[in-house]
């Protein structure tokens, strides 16, 4: 695991974000599947500070949820990056991406990382126009859902009538590409619980150790610092 802030080659940067309240496997699944591939030249990860979709949810500190990441990607080709938990306020990731474009240098492509379900809800994102105009997205499946099989007929209506009508699917290239936008993939990772960090909050609010659904030194972490009690 690269140390926060080092400067990323020009190449494919691809940027993983999300509260990770708690980190758990799934995470861990998604950004190995990613390394194996898209083959990046650098991966972010990055944990939100006060997420804007999220209100009223118990979030445990900026700290806790660091070092449960640490914990969780160790011996992983990321760089984790604490530009949104030193910039104050809401965590909107306009303001991230133009933060990592500083970082990461002009040449280098972003994208941006998101559940299929939370691709649908895009529109209701602060400036998500110029946000494709910054990085292109990265669509992950997520099996469990009502959208998990990434059909491109849906994805298609849903660019078409929220985002943008200029969007159109390139079958050579595999995503769906836009005259002046950035691209939007579809990702299909290998079969993974649908697991959530609710289902894990909930788990642990019963009284049971998630055994299968953490890491063993989250979990650890977790049980020492009393978290989601």
């Known amino acids: 695991m690269e140390e926060t802030n080092k400067q990323s080659r020009p190449g494919q940067v691809v940027v993983f974000g999300g509260t990770f309240n708690p980190v758990h496997l799934a995470h861990t699944h998604v950004v190995k599947e990613i390394l194996r591939l898209l083959e990046p030249d650098g991966l972010y990860v990055v944990p939100a500070a006060v997420p804007p979709h ?23 080709p990321v760089v984790l990056s604490d530009v949104e938990l030193k910039r104050k306020g809401t965590s909107f990731t ?50 469990g859902t009502p959208h998990g099989d990434l059909p491109v007929g849906e994805l298609q209506s849903y660019l078409t009538d929220r985002i943008d009508s200029g969007y159109a699917w390139d079958p050579a290239q595999k995503r769906f590409v836009h005259p002046t936008l950035c691209g939007i993939v579809p990702l299909s990772v290998t079969l993974v619980s649908p697991l959530s960090s609710t289902d894990v909050r909930t788990c642990i609010e019963q009284g049971d150790r998630p055994t299968d659904l953490l890491h063993p030194e989250v979990l650890r972490y977790i049980e020492d610092k009393g978290l989601y009690r």
């Open 54 to 76: 999220k209100p009223g949810k118990k979030i445990v500190s900026a700290e806790h949820r660091m070092a449960m990441l640490k914990m969780a990607m160790a011996g992983l």
């Open 94 to 143: 306009v303001d991230t991406l133009r933060t990592l474009r500083q970082e990461v240098g002009p040449e280098s492509e972003l994208y941006l990382t998101m559940g299929v379900d939370a691709f649908f809800d895009f529109h209701t994102w602060r400036d998500e126009k110029l946000i494709l105009s910054m990085a292109g997205i990265i669509v992950v499946n997520r099996p």
